[in-house]
């Protein structure tokens, strides 16, 4: 009985370690096992993060170094670029490309073709007035080299420099005769109006239009306006500085051409105006 009792604790101990191993090696099968199909492992993961695949780096290009400039001879230096020859001075009544002017401006008659000018003579500049020459000396400006007018402006004084060659091309002209200065005086008696244009800035445009053209007769008309302006109402300022312009250049030029002193000629301007 004890004989039998004995052969069967040592089976069931038997079997029992013989099924520990099995579920030992059963959850290590399983701890091993892979993620679903499809989807990296957690471990696989990781590796991926750690260690990520760099992309290959695109060649570059060589490029050739410029090439070191010539040599110079041995004792000899690099001489300067000439500097460029200032550009001759062009007639006042040239307008810029694509502009339209609002009046109709007559082409200024010709100038004398041998102008002939001493230090002492007096000449009219198309944009400052009356001046009197008062040297000609020889310059060098932008390497080029020549005569040049200098010209003392009797309205404020100041020295105006025009090249001898291109003197024509800028406009510079001998004071008018007696007989110009005439038409002149009788353009300001007329009783019209130069510019009728709306608003007030078309008009302001056309004034200094006429101004810059730097023509006797033109130059009169703003005059003439403004005066009439001026014994009708108070002048804003944008037509004070047209008044005020074209006195300074047309009443010295008209009270040397008429060989009157500028005080008479302007107590006769302002007289031909009231009346």
């Known amino acids: 009985m004890l004989r ?7 089976a069931r101990s038997t079997r029992s ?3 520990a191993p099995a579920k030992a090696r059963t959850t290590a099968v399983a701890k091993a096992k892979p993620a679903t199909k499809g989807k990296p492992s957690v471990r696989e993961s990781v590796a991926v993060t750690k260690n ?48 339209v002017p609002l009046v109709h401006i007559p082409p200024a008659p010709p100038p004398p073709k ?26 060098e400006i ?23 060659t291109s003197a024509q091309a800028a406009g510079l002209r001998p004071v008018m ?20 244009l709306q ?15 730097g023509q006797p007769n033109e130059v009169a008309k703003v005059l003439r306006d403004m005066y009439r302006l ?12 047209l008044l005020d312009q074209a006195k300074s250049l047309l009443l010295k030029e008209l009270a040397a051409a008429k060989g009157m002193t500028e005080a008479a000629l302007q107590e006769h301007v302002d007289e031909m105006f009231r009346t």
């Open 114 to 139: 041998n102008l002939k000018l001493e230090v002492g003579d007096k000449v009219v500049h198309p944009s400052h007035g009356l001046g009197e020459i008062s040297a000609i000396e020889h310059r």
């Open 177 to 196: 005769s007696t007989k110009e200065a005439d038409k002149v005086l009788e353009t300001m008696k007329a009783r019209e109006v130069a510019v009728d």
């Open 52 to 99: 990520p695949v760099k992309p290959a780096s695109e060649p570059r290009v060589a490029r050739p170094a410029p090439a070191p400039p010539p040599a110079m001879p041995k004792g000899e230096t690099k001489a300067p670029a000439p500097a460029p020859a200032p550009a001759p001075q062009r007639p006042t009544q040239v307008v810029a490309k694509g502009y």
């Open 142 to 164: 932008g390497g080029a080299k020549g005569e040049f007018f200098i010209i003392r402006i009797l309205d404020n004084g100041m020295r105006v420099m025009v090249p001898r």
């Open 17 to 19: 370690s013989s099924r």
């Open 4 to 10: 039998a009792r004995e052969m069967a604790e040592t």
């Open 230 to 241: 001026k014994f009708d109402k108070e002048l804003s300022f944008g037509e004070r500085r």
């Open 199 to 213: 608003p007030w800035s078309r008009r302001f445009r056309a004034y200094t239009e006429m101004i810059k053209s």
